[in-house]
């Protein structure tokens, strides 16, 4: 955990503002409603939250106001997480950052504005996306699979979220990365234009899935 947030700061103050506002939202709903205290202690209340002060950074103009916003978003993530436990016999996984995502980005960004590009993709240089079957760029498209997590696209990020995730369990880190390589792939294959290959938007969801 610590890890990940140093990598978030690294990103961006605001992003680890956002970030931290989102846990607490969410894990201040998880301590009075969640039923199984296990599943609150290991902290599965709280990264709802994590992903949709991520969001909210991602593609929001900045502002102080989305500070307090991401509070109650997050907060948001923990009752519909516990709506799904209690009403749902699916587990809800990243459901409850989807659902809140889709209400509250559109509206923030139509309040503050969007940011200028696609979630800080201007982080891959215009070399690297010109020839996608070259060395360096299959692997920049790979290592911004796994730094897309953090929704950046910045390779040396990513190298440190499949560390962080070793940190947890090395076959888990080898799961990761054969998704972040299998997704890469997948994208090369189905001929996908090289600037999105390259900023890693098509291999974020694979590793999520592993």
Same mark, same amino acid.
Request: hydrophobic residues 60%; aromatic residues 8%.
């Given at each position: 955990?610590?890890? %990940? ?9 605001? *992003?680890?503002?956002?970030? &931290?506002? $989102?846990?607490? $939202? ?9 039923? #199984? ?9 709280? %990264? #709802? ?5 991520? !969001?909210?950074?991602? %593609? ?15 907060? !948001? +993530? ?9 009403? =749902? ?15 509250? &980005?559109?509206?923030? +960004?139509?309040? %503050? $504005? ?18 996608? !079957?070259? *060395?360096? *760029?299959?692997? =920049?498209?790979?290592?911004? $699979? ?10 040396? =990020? ?5 560390? !962080? ?9 080898? /799961? ?7 997704? /890469?792939?997948?994208? =090369? ?22």
């Amino acid at each position: 955990g610590v890890a %990940f947030l140093l990598l978030v700061l690294a990103a961006s103050p605001a *992003a680890a503002a956002l970030c &931290v506002a $989102g846990i607490l $939202g969410a894990t201040l709903c998880a301590s009075r409603l969640e039923r #199984n205290t296990e599943a609150y202690f290991e902290g599965a209340g709280g %990264f #709802n939250g994590a992903l949709l002060g991520l !969001a909210l950074w991602a %593609f929001v103009e900045w502002s102080w106001v989305l500070v307090p916003l991401a509070v109650v978003g997050g907060a !948001a +993530t923990g009752l519909v997480r516990v709506g799904f436990l209690r009403r =749902i016999p699916l587990p809800p996984l990243t459901a409850p950052y989807v659902i809140v995502g889709w209400i509250m &980005v559109p509206i923030c +960004t139509a309040w %503050f $504005g969007a940011v200028a590009a696609e979630p800080h993709a201007g982080a891959v240089a215009e070399a690297v996306v010109e020839e996608a !079957a070259s *060395a360096s *760029a299959s692997a =920049i498209g790979i290592l911004n $699979g796994a730094s897309q997590v953090l929704f950046l696209a910045v390779p040396w =990020i990513g190298v440190l979220v499949v560390v !962080a995730v070793g940190l947890h369990s090395r076959s888990a880190a080898i /799961w990761v990365g054969l998704s972040a390589v299998l997704s /890469w792939l997948m994208a =090369i294959g189905c001929g996908m234009e090289p600037n999105l290959v390259a900023s890693g938007l098509l291999g974020y969801n694979a590793m999520i899935l592993a």
